[in-house]
């Protein structure tokens, strides 16, 4: 008995002695916070860059740039699968140089957050311009006075979320994309411009397009839809537009929990048009409109 007492003691300590190292090891190793190599741009350390193109320049696929606050004159291309940070979306301020677009993304996957992106003195045709990207994440940023806020063209399984778009002639202008989410933005004009315009997405059961959760307020057009299939749009503020929505040559749309400047029992009569001059009269509706606006952070 003393034996077998002994044996089962020796294995217990055998097994304790190989389980404490390894739960030694694992706690003092740093957790990883993400992938790639972390590249700086501003504040005060040593070897931080000064312009943010340098730092995209010099980063690989995977990298992460982080942005401190400052004020950023430059005009930037990310042509690289890159995390890109700034600091504070109010704090970190790019002003584009030229007339061309102020942040252009081609050729790549890109999560961009945290930056107030404006015109410098002329307008700009876009505060972002995505081209030819997938799984982008464009989030949390502030985008002011240009000709597009963001402009994407055949690009795939991207979000653009919690951004705010303010006095641009357009929010946000996409052609010819796929499985799109925008969600939770805050699209503001000065009564003359649209909010969200959508001209040739793709559609099928392997396609799923969103547009729900947004502010969209005080444009001339809220949202447009131009050849647009199977888009779902639901539990938007459309509040202050001249014209709420309208679409052209469009089918399969879901409408739904929308709130349409007031309350309303009723259903809401979503306006459009077809054939090749779009003189053929078409209606959508919204079966069942939101009693009150959405609380959108």
Known sequence: MKRKTLVIGIILLFVGACIIPAIAQDTEKPLPTSRGNWLYVGGNGPGNYTKIQD???????????????????????????????????????????NGTEIIRLQDCSVELTGFNIQKYN?????????????????????????????????????????????NCSNGISIILIANITITHNRIEGNGKSTGIALSGVAFGIQYKNYITR???????????????????????????????????????????QNYWNQPSILPKIIPGRLGLRGLIPLINFDWHPAQEPFIIP
């Open 55 to 97: 730092a995209i320049d010099n980063a690989s696929d995977s990298d992460n740039i982080y942005v401190y606050s400052g004020l950023y004159n430059e005009n930037i291309v990310i042509n690289k699968s890159i995390s890109l940070i700034g600091q504070n979306r109010d704090t970190t301020r790019i002003l584009g140089v």
């Open 122 to 166: 002329e307008t700009n045709s876009a505060g972002i311009s995505i081209t030819n990207c997938w799984d982008c994440h464009i989030h949390d940023n502030n985008i002011t006075s240009c000709e597009i806020g963001i402009l994407m063209g055949s690009t795939d399984s991207t979000i653009i979320s919690n951004n705010t778009i303010f």
């Open 214 to 256: 947004n502010s969209i307020v005080n444009n001339s057009l809220g949202l447009f839809l131009q050849g647009a299939w199977s888009v779902i749009i639901q539990e938007n503020n459309f509040i202050g537009n001249q014209k709420d929505a309208f679409f052209l040559f469009s089918f399969f749309n879901k409408w739904n």
